[in-house]
């Protein structure tokens, strides 16, 4: 009985380390298989880097960060409901007035050659300076219109390199590197032209964004009346909701470049001859304080 009962208390003991090890084997074995991850992911995209203006609808999460699922590029948001009437809390000190009885016409997203030309020509004709706020690569791509606009004595501004709505979100470095890229675009077009204001994108301010501008003697400018002439309401709209708007001081929003801008060109024809009645209109002064 004692031969036959230590053999088999022997016989379990070596059955006990036989299933141990082939545990151990298991787990070592799965623990050597890399993790498999899906080819690829529902729902997520890589935006395609490009210039994409105002006449696109917003693709953008609120605060003016590009929304993952989009591939469209950058895009003028906040013009749209989301933020165009920002309350001074989200502006971080961006002027939206002239601070004067004047009225001022801003344009932006240009210079475009074919309607920065026409909206040139209308102001010549009723005497009138804007400013423009300028994006970098087209001011590159077109110095001669840049000369024109200075030639003619509107203001230059400074609006991003490539429109970034999402700029301001970034380092500062990022910023500072897009903004001074910009203004050497300006400059290379007309080496002493004076670049005292800045606009961002859709009106995506944040506080790294004005606080560079700042830093880099630009004055943060938004705007009081947006007839939102980006999504490209007919010139009917524009004209409507610029002179029902306006009021001293206001700081007009139109685009002479982003899309096509031919109904503003037609609605700036027809608000010249109301607003010059009514107003003094004044391109931004190129000494804010």
């Known amino acids: 009985m004692t031969r036959v009962s230590s053999t088999a208390r022997a016989a379990g003991i070596v059955t006990l380390v036989v299933a141990g090890l082939l545990g151990s084997a298991y787990v070592l074995g799965r623990s050597l298989i890399p993790d498999q991850q899906p080819r690829d992911t529902p729902g997520v995209t890589t935006n395609a880097d490009g210039p994409h203006y105002a006449d696109q609808p917003s693709l953008a999460e609120p605060g003016g960060t590009p929304s993952a699922s989009s591939n469209a590029?950058?895009?003028?948001?906040?013009?749209?409901?989301?933020?165009?009437?920002?309350?001074?809390?989200?502006?971080?000190?961006?002027?939206?007035?002239?601070?004067?009885?004047?009225?001022?016409?801003?344009?932006?997203?240009?210079?475009?050659?074919?309607?920065?030309?026409?909206?040139?020509?209308?102001?010549?004709?009723y005497d009138v300076r804007a400013t423009f706020c300028v994006v970098g690569e087209n001011a590159q791509n077109h110095p001669d219109l840049i000369q024109s606009i200075v030639d003619a004595g509107h203001t230059l501004c400074n609006h991003s390199w490539h429109h970034d709505v999402g700029l301001g979100t970034r380092s500062a470095d990022a910023i500072r590197s897009d903004l001074l890229r910009t203004n050497a675009a300006i400059r290379a077009a007309v080496p002493n032209a004076p670049i005292v204001w800045y606009r961002q994108p859709g009106g995506a301010?944040?506080?790294p964004v004005v606080s560079v501008a700042r830093q880099l003697g630009m004055t943060p400018l938004h705007w009081s009346v947006d007839p939102s002439d980006w999504d490209v309401p007919g010139a009917g709209k524009i004209t409507a909701t610029v002179l029902d708007q306006a009021e001293p001081g206001s700081v007009v929003l139109l685009h002479d470049a982003g899309g096509n801008r031919q109904g503003t060109v037609e609605a700036l024809r027809r608000i010249l001859p109301d607003l010059t009645a009514r107003f003094e209109l004044e391109a931004l002064p190129t000494d804010p304080t």
């Open 73 to 125: 590029g950058p895009v003028e948001t906040g013009q749209d409901g989301s933020g165009r009437d920002a309350g001074g809390d989200k502006l971080f000190g961006a002027h939206a007035t002239t601070g004067t009885p004047r009225l001022a016409l801003t344009f932006d997203d240009g210079p475009d050659p074919r309607y920065t030309p026409q909206v040139l020509a209308l102001l010549n004709e």
């Open 205 to 207: 301010w944040t506080y």
